[in-house]
């Protein structure tokens, strides 16, 4: 520890070794602002783009497609709350058998 501190100080420095010039505070701040100003500008494009895409979009809307399913007939409705209740209640003897047994 005594040997690191005689030749390197306690910045851990050589001496007589300068540190980096530092950057000027006008320096630094030009230096910010330009990214900021380019990082403005492309958030600036960006929106513009996307506000072009919605506005195409909303002036040419995509063909509606038609519904894939046909909607049940009355005939076949019936059939299917038929299936849907016999489903629920075999998931529910499946859960507790012993209810199933008391009905």
């Not at 500008?41 to 960006?46: L, M, N, V």
Request: glycine share 2%; aromatic share 4%.
């Amino acid at each position: 520890m005594q040997r690191l501190l005689s030749r390197e100080g306690v910045t851990g420095r050589k001496r007589g070794v300068k540190p980096p010039p530092i950057a000027s505070p006008a320096v630094a701040y030009n230096e910010i602002m330009e990214h900021h100003n380019h990082d403005r500008s492309a958030a600036e494009r960006a929106f513009r783009e996307s506000l072009e895409r919605l506005r195409e979009t909303l002036e040419n809307p995509p063909p509606k497609q038609a519904a894939s399913e046909v909607p049940p007939s009355p005939a076949n409705e019936a059939e299917l709350w038929e299936d849907a209740i016999d489903d629920i209640e075999r998931f529910l003897n499946a859960r507790h058998p012993q209810d199933s047994d008391s009905e």
